[in-house]
């Protein structure tokens, strides 16, 4: 059942990745991550309230209800909100300014780092086939490093490039503390409070950095912006669910997701004509031949 929840997120992730560039098209970066926060925060606090005021009704439904936990709890909450807004300011920014289909594939290589943390932390062990998919996704970072010098991107110079792999450091570190939260937590609990403190946050940061300077940097409204939310809230309930299964593996559910990359890849060919397409289909298919060996390798 977890690794069908871990494919559903895959696919939902691919559109948040096509929504979230198309939104920061010629935009500002902190207001569109304060509405996506806004938005997320809108979605969740209606079952927030609604454990808070009829939990003996909320609670045959768990799948949706909200627990009543302490500071002891939520300050765990607050840690995993630090660290994932941290992965997206970093993200956003390198989305901005990349081409998709090189953002795209470097996020897929995050599950690497996953592994290495669930060997060392969780004392997961991999099989002949997990560790061939592994070993086929960092090969594919290797060579995109290569397809991007074609687009005039030094992947060892260029602060954008950098930013990507500062997110993915951060999201890899939010997937294993996600992995240790669901052991004990309820992953409606995390979700919901995890984006209502993303939202405080975000307006500190947005106060302090952006505001003096909105003139220069000015924000537009667009459609997609909500679309972020929508499926990105969606990706996230089926992932936690995934990781809440006893025996679901957390190296394997971080890996299966970057199968995202298939969804904004098609759409940057498609819809935002990026470049160099050939080469970095390559790339991309090193990816999901991984994905193939991760999977038969977890059934």
């Not at 559903?8 to 509405?35: C, H, I, M, Q, W």
């Not at 025996?247 to 098609?266: C, K």
Request: net charge positive; aromatic share 14%; proline share 4%.
């Amino acid at each position: 059942m977890w690794l069908t929840l871990a494919f559903t997120s895959a696919a939902l992730l691919g559109f948040y990745d096509v929504f979230k560039k198309e939104a920061l098209r010629d935009n500002a970066v902190l207001p569109v991550l304060l509405l996506n926060t806004l938005f997320s925060s809108l979605i969740f606090l209606p079952f927030i309230l609604l454990s808070a005021w009829m939990p003996e009704r909320m609670a045959e439904h768990p799948a949706l209800y909200v627990p009543t936990v302490g500071w002891e709890v939520h300050r765990f909450i607050l840690l995993k909100s630090v660290i994932v807004l941290s992965s997206w300011i970093f993200g956003y920014f390198g989305m901005k300014n990349l081409p998709i289909t090189i953002v795209g594939p470097i996020n897929a290589t995050r599950p690497v780092m996953v592994l290495l943390g669930a060997l060392l932390i969780f004392g997961e062990r991999l099989n002949l086939y997990q560790w061939i998919g592994v070993v086929l996704a960092a090969v594919s970072f290797l060579m995109l490093s290569r397809s991007g010098k074609k687009e005039g991107i030094d992947f060892r110079h260029n602060r954008w490039i950098f930013c990507v792999v500062l997110a993915a450091v951060l999201g890899a570190i939010s997937g294993l503390y996600d992995k240790y939260l669901m052991k004990s937590l309820n992953p409606m609990l995390v979700q919901s409070w995890y984006n209502l403190y993303q939202l405080g946050l975000m307006g500190i940061i947005l106060t302090v950095l952006w505001w003096p300077r909105r003139r220069t940097s000015p924000f537009h409204w667009k459609w997609s912006i909500p679309l972020i939310s929508i499926f990105l809230g969606a990706a996230d309930f089926v992932y936690f669910y995934a990781l809440s299964e006893p025996d679901s593996m957390i190296s394997i559910v971080s890996m299966i997701r970057r199968g995202s990359v298939v969804v904004s890849f098609t759409f940057g060919a498609l819809l935002f004509r990026e470049k160099n397409l050939r080469s970095k289909a390559v790339d991309l298919l090193l990816v999901l031949i991984g994905m193939v060996f991760l999977y038969l390798g977890s059934k």
